[in-house]
């Protein structure tokens, strides 16, 4: 019965955005001090907007900003990152007072965590107090949350947490009694995710949420967050290095190499005519399972080191396509017509025409 | 190349592993066949904890199985003399899953590789072992050896560092590799390179390799030419050529995989079943394990008797083998009387 809402098209999300972003981000910069008193931009002039319920994909290989991007929108980066400029601008809802996420205090911020924004780990494990039952956990993100004025009801927490369990396929009285190791690892994720929904955030930052996991439990938590975005209506921001997950939950993609977007568009410009080099490769290097067998290109080399970048565009040293233009100096953003209607397509490749996306296949056997 | 004619470098027969338990016993793998040939490649894919990695290890020696027969070239190598034990140790090497563990983060890469060509007197010396070493770099794609021999593993990235692990399992020329989720912590742009150095190192060096991995994808892409086994709970469900296996599977335990598996394509990936088809997502507990066929409380296709008899791995076509009720039995009708009119 609930077999098509995976699959329903992505033409109803693709209308013209109007209304305004619940997340809006400009210029951000996420620097982290080395232990030779030099810095080092993780995240390097990033700018995008998250709208209801949308899913942006930020996608790319390890070391290239993902994770700090994610942690750097909630505010939640280790003691020597920091950001030292560019904008957060978070919108409840379309109309309503925007909040400079850069400006919140550490008692405002605890406030909005959880309430407005939620981020779900890759590691459920660490995620959770080993030493404190998951139903404790639970009511104490509740209680932290109690508007002023107003008293922490216990009989009400738990009956919160223990709906949010069951709206994630779990069984309340198995789980709120029990301590974190006690769950399955497709459990505590589960659990993890529920815990992020309970107050209602509008946005839900998600670092690889699946990457331990069986494939089928990695199916059952996938096809879960459709259905509860669907929904409870909140966008959210997947950060992945599996492209096909991407495909799966994404109406956006962003790919990041070396602390930049270097491409963002919608889910099927993305795949089916991207126009940066390096996502183009990211793409032909999954292999698929349906049908024959195709020619699978790595990309050669690894990521540049961020605190010793190359000079001009930084994919240069590892793209085909690489001109001494490309070295000379860093690609501006360029937008370019979309295939999907009224949705826009921006990239950071000044050879972008000459990238021909084309997966061959290769007759064996 | 190799003088063993038809007999396979590795065979399991009726192999089975318990674990003798506080809690009792847990039957981790039951009475699993299979042959690894020179040059060839057998993929073993499945969840966590249905015995693949158990089966590597016991194919590896690691382990000893409490029932049936591991054997290397004919002989079983449990009753081997201690000079062939050896050969068949030098002869099967492992490559674990995490890079990050496997290699001494004290030894730097040449350290790594040379100390068992100086252990087994394939070297003569140390500047030979060197030489050697240089070689194997070469071999696994990190050039120029020079850049890396000297370097310690946290100085290299993990596509680096499972490259020297591969490098050092090469160091004893063997004839088969056992390659444990060898691919699953690098990303996705580095595996392919992974993949494609492995399949050269089966095609010129002749070596055979036992695959295990828990991603269809990576099965085909890899194991194409070869053979791929499904494990569901200590079983082999199905075996048969990948291409087949892959394309077409019989079992569903198979279908309800390659239906979970995620597509780079956002058209194709939304056509999949959710929960990959299957009633529940629940995967029973070892020591309590369902009656009959194992995997009928998950099954579409459960039929009444399903959770009374146990099905037997049984040939439905040349080299393919299922252990299903439904299914076996709909095929082997096919081939037996094909004028019947077929269910599904």
């Known amino acids: 019965m609930s077999d098509t809402s995976v699959a329903s098209p992505s033409s109803t999300r693709t209308a013209k955005r109007t209304d305004e972003p619940v997340l809006s981000v400009r210029d951000l910069v996420v620097q982290y001090r080395t232990g030779s008193g030099t810095t080092v931009d993780a995240v390097n002039s990033v700018s995008f907007d998250l709208y209801p319920n949308q899913a942006l994909a930020l996608v790319g290989e390890s070391g290239c900003g993902k994770t700090t991007l994610g942690l750097g929108l909630l505010r939640l980066l280790p003691r020597l990152g920091h950001i030292p400029s560019g904008s957060i601008t978070y919108r409840r809802q379309p109309g309503a007072t925007p909040i400079d996420v850069l400006k919140l205090n ?4 605890r406030r909005w965590r959880w309430a407005e924004a939620a981020m779900v780990f890759q590691g459920a494990q660490s995620a959770f107090n080993p030493v404190i039952t998951i139903g404790d956990q639970m009511a104490d993100t509740l209680k932290a949350h109690v508007r002023e004025g107003e008293r922490y009801n216990k009989k009400e927490g738990i009956q919160r947490a223990g709906d949010m369990l069951k709206r994630v396929r779990l069984d309340p009285s198995r789980v ?3 301590y974190p190791h006690e769950l399955s690892g497709g459990m505590r994720q589960r659990t993890l995710i529920a815990m992020s929904l309970l107050l209602d955030p509008r946005f839900l930052v998600l670092d690889e949420p699946t990457t331990a996991l069986d494939i089928l ?7 879960l967050l459709a259905e509860l975005r669907e929904e409870r209506g909140f966008a959210m921001i997947f950060i992945s290095h599996d492209l096909a997950l991407a495909a799966e939950l994404a109406d956006r993609v962003a790919t990041m190499y070396a602390g930049q977007i270097i491409e963002r568009g919608s889910l099927h410009d993305i795949f089916y005519e991207p126009r940066h080099p390096y996502t183009s490769g990211l793409i032909n290097a999954v292999p698929p399972v349906v049908g024959d067998l195709p020619e699978l290109a790595s990309i050669p080399g690894s990521p540049p080191s961020l605190a010793n970048l190359p000079v001009g565009c930084s994919f240069a040293p590892r793209c085909s396509y690489a001109t001494p233009e490309c070295r000379a100096a860093e690609p501006p953003e360029e937008t370019i017509e979309a295939r999907d209607q ?6 950071r490749c000044i050879h972008w025409r000459e990238v021909h996306h084309e997966r061959k296949v290769i007759a064996r056997a | 190349m190799l003088e063993s004619g038809d007999t396979p470098l590795l065979r399991m027969t009726h192999v089975d592993q318990t674990f003798k338990t506080k809690k009792g016993d847990v039957p981790a793998v039951q009475d699993v066949n299979f042959e ?3 040059g060839q ?13 158990t089966s590597a290890r016991m194919a590896g020696g690691l382990l000893k199985p409490t029932g049936g027969e591991v054997a290397y070239l004919g002989k079983n190598i449990w009753d081997m003399d201690s000079k062939e034990f050896i050969d068949y140790r030098r002869s099967v090497q492992y490559v674990h899953q995490d890079p990050y563990a496997s290699l001494n983060p004290i030894r730097s890469v040449a350290a790594t590789l040379t100390a068992p060509l100086l252990k087994h007197g394939l070297a003569k010396n140390r500047h030979e072992a060197w030489e050697q070493a240089a070689e194997l770099c070469r071999r696994v794609d990190l050039t120029p050896p020079e850049a890396y021999l000297s370097k310690f593993p946290h ?8 490259r020297v692990a591969v490098a050092r399992a090469l160091t ?8 444990d989720e060898s691919t699953s912590m690098l990303d996705v742009s580095i595996r392919v390179g992974m993949l494609k150095m492995l399949g050269k190192l089966r095609d010129e060096l002749n070596v055979g390799f036992l695959f295990i991995t828990h991603d269809l994808a990576i099965a085909k892409y890899f194991g194409w030419s070869g053979k791929t086994a499904v494990m569901y709970l200590g079983k082999v469900v199905e075996i048969g050529p990948t291409p087949e296996v892959i394309n077409n599977p019989q079992h569903p335990y198979t279908r309800a995989l390659l239906n979970a598996v995620p597509e780079p394509d956002p058209d194709l990936t939304r056509t999949k079943l959710p929960n990959g088809g299957l009633r529940s997502s629940e995967i029973p507990n070892l020591r309590e394990l369902p009656t009959g066929c194992t995997f009928h409380p998950r099954c579409p296709l459960f039929e009444a008797g399903c959770d009374k008899v146990v099905p037997i791995l049984a040939e439905i076509g040349p080299n393919r083998e299922v252990a299903c009720h439904v299914t076996g039995r709909d095929t082997r009708s096919q081939t037996d009387s094909p004028t019947r009119e077929l269910a599904g």
């Open chain 1, 106 to 109: 550490s008692r405002q911020l």
């Open chain 1, 176 to 178: 709120l009694g029990s």
């Open chain 1, 217 to 223: 439990t990695q199916r059952g938590i996938v096809d």
């Open chain 1, 342 to 347: 009224g949705q826009s397509h921006e990239v």
């Open chain 2, 36 to 38: 690894v040939g020179p």
């Open chain 2, 41 to 53: 490649v057998l993929c073993l894919v499945g969840e966590s904890g249905c015995g693949k990695t």
């Open chain 2, 155 to 162: 100085q290299l990235s993990g596509g680096q560092r499972q």
């Open chain 2, 172 to 179: 004893l020329n063997p004839k088969l590799i056992i390659a």
